[in-house]
């Protein structure tokens, strides 16, 4: 009966010990992990000997290259990564905008509702709210349109697999 025991222990830990961990690519700004990809994600990315994007399902990761589909895309090839659709941190453009857009519109009929409904007066625009309104609603438009959802690959900005 110990035999037993102490061969199931041996067996066991032997399992454990050989787990390795999952590959992965991942996105690094200077020292810090933006996000990760791992096998079976999709991932749309841009090469540099490329004018498009490409878009697929990672089917394979090694230290020096991934596969999607057919394709094979070396890490010194990518030029930008698209992250629109990944969980991410640091500032987020587009919806601070939309914020933005809502406070402004919200800011402004709200000025509207309280001098016409709770004050009983008939609406003139103040020219503060107006001007504060159209400032937020400006701004916020202004950051729908600049994009941080790129990833583009520079001096700090790298991918590298790891899990190896």
Same mark, same amino acid.
């Given at each position: 009966?110990?035999?037993?025991?102490?061969?199931?222990?041996?067996?066991?830990?032997?399992?454990?010990?050989?787990?390795?961990?999952?590959?992965?690519?991942?996105?690094?700004?200077?020292?810090?992990?933006?996000?990760?990809?791992?096998?079976?994600?999709?991932?749309?990315?841009?090469?540099?000997?490329?004018?498009?994007?490409?878009?697929?399902?990672?089917?394979?990761?090694? +230290?020096?290259?991934?596969?999607?589909?057919?394709? !094979?895309?070396? /890490?010194? &090839?990518?030029?930008?990564? %698209?992250?629109?659709?990944?969980?991410?941190?640091?500032?987020?453009?587009?919806?601070?905008?939309?914020?933005?857009?809502?406070?402004?519109?919200?800011?402004?009929?709200?000025?509207?509702?309280?001098?016409?409904?709770?004050?009983?007066?008939?609406?003139?625009?103040?020219?503060?709210? +107006?001007?504060?309104?159209?400032?937020?609603?400006? !701004?916020?438009? /202004?950051? &729908?349109?600049?994009?941080? %959802?790129?990833?583009?690959?520079?001096?700090?900005?790298?991918?590298?697999?790891?899990?190896?």
């Amino acid at each position: 009966m110990d035999c037993k025991n102490v061969i199931l222990f041996c067996f066991l830990s032997a399992g454990i010990f050989s787990v390795e961990a999952q590959q992965r690519l991942v996105m690094l700004k200077g020292n810090k992990i933006i996000t990760s990809f791992y096998e079976g994600d999709y991932i749309r990315f841009k090469r540099k000997d490329r004018d498009h994007f490409t878009v697929g399902l990672i089917g394979g990761l090694t +230290l020096d290259y991934f596969r999607t589909g057919q394709d !094979t895309t070396y /890490l010194y &090839q990518l030029e930008k990564v %698209d992250l629109s659709e990944r969980e991410k941190g640091g500032f987020q453009t587009r919806q601070i905008g939309a914020m933005l857009i809502v406070s402004g519109v919200v800011l402004f009929l709200g000025d509207m509702v309280n001098e016409t409904l709770v004050n009983d007066r008939p609406y003139t625009v103040d020219n503060g709210v +107006l001007a504060v309104s159209v400032a937020m609603v400006g !701004t916020g438009a /202004l950051m &729908q349109f600049l994009n941080n %959802d790129n990833f583009v690959f520079g001096r700090r900005k790298k991918a590298v697999v790891m899990g190896w």
